[in-house]
């Protein structure tokens, strides 16, 4: 199984900004499974392939990369206000 998410930014800096908040996530993951995320110019794209057939637990690894970016632009946010 494969997916795309794309989530496209303001800016590039908030496009940067979010990639480098979720990509620890992608450092200890089970072998069956890959996750990339990079952003290019205003937009964060991450890849995640999944070798199992496990359907619950390829929608829950998205679901959790889009729990993140959600915090990260909740911060985003919340330092925006703060300026």
Known sequence: MEAEIRLEYSSSNEAKAIS???SPDNIDV????LIQTFCSDNTV????????DNIMTFLST????????ST?????VSVKKMK
């Open 20 to 22: 480098e908040a979720i």
């Open 62 to 69: 998205i679901d959790d990369i889009l729990r993140c970016v």
């Open 45 to 52: 794209i991450t890849i995640v392939r999944y070798d199992e």
């Open 72 to 76: 990260a632009e909740k911060a985003i």
């Open 30 to 33: 089970p072998s069956c499974l």
